[in-house]
């Protein structure tokens, strides 16, 4: 895209924003007033955007570190596969996203909508325009369910008892628009009374017509949808050709903006996405950001360590661990590829707890120190 045609873009898509202006919602927890500068902007309160605004807040102070988030509620993604098999509870997963918000960092509770790094200017969903020093963007991925040509196949039926899609008519309108267009059968006053497992039945009693029932046939999938890069750092200048923030696998720094920082999912980092990614990264990235700050040249690597902890059974995990090459890197001196009780409860008891209280809070940097101890400073 020519810088004509980029500013065009930016210009037309932020005068929409503009004309739409209400309120940003700001929040510091150390009641200062929100500012439209900051040393350090972190985009996406996410696994990366907490953990890089609690190590920044110990470089730069609190009062000079913001996070652009629009989420109530911060999730603990990886305890979701847990979730899914019904060995934990969905509440477990979840947080208020103020209670994960380093103590002073202000939080702007907006969306990103344009990101302008020539002008180190960030602009909000919401008209508010804040720039900054150093920028870290950690917006993750998006899912795009729409993408796999499968839909038309499928045969979506939402059955409720009810005799309306939703109980106040201005927003059953718009679901029933909203359905229609995405070719959903709705059977109103359909009452589920039965499931038969063994046959994937559902049994449904009519309600309008008591005793007569119908079975519905259905089929249980558990999908991984395709993913992308935030629709907002296409064609932001920040992104690559693919979409996904182009940044250099060593350092984390951005290959054209120097004082631009990406980490986690949104990067275009060539591995694995994971929380262990980002654990690993975090502390890469604090090095780099310091000896930028310092007016040095960054001189901490990223290897590429991710790791995915498979779980195999209710009670047993094989714990992946892995670089850029795709070569192990395991962390304990066992052999981690074989199915292990240990394994499952880090998976299921002590990773959550390393999240929330040692990453989020920038104390956990991943387990290459803890690697180098276990095999005795021979990796
Ligand atoms: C089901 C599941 C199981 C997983 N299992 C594991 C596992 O076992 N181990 C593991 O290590 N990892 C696992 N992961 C992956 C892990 O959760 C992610 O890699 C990690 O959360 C990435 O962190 P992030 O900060 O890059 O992105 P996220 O944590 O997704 O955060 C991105 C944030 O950006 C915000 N955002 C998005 N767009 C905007 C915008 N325009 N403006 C402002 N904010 C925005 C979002 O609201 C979000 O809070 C799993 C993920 C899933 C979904």
Redesign the pocket.
Known sequence: MTGQLHTQRLLSRQYCRVFSVINSQIHTSSGLVAKDHYKVLV???????ITMAARMKRKVGAQNVAI????EV?????I??LV?AGAKSVASSGRSTASVIPSGVTWVK????VCDPRNNVVH??SGKKISYDYLIV?????LHYEKTGKRSKANIIYNTPLPKLFGVKKYADALWEIVKKRDININLRHNLIEVRADKQEAIFENLDKPGETKVYKYEMIHVTPPMGP?A?LKGSSLDDVTGWLDVDKNTLQHKTYANVFG????TNLPTS??????AAQSAVLDRTVSQILKKKTPDKIYDGY????LVTSYNTAILAEFDYDGQPLETFPVDQSKESRVMYHM?ADF?PLLYWHGLLKGFWGGPGPLRTIMHLGMK
């Open positions: 985009l996406g309160g996410g696994a990366g955007g652009v988030e629009p989420s911060h999730y603990y993604q990886p979701w596969t899914g907006s969306k990103v909508a909000t969903d950690a917006l993750g991925l998006e935030p907002v980490i986690g999912d949104c996405k994971t929380a262990a990614a980002v991710s790791s995915c902890p998976k990773m």
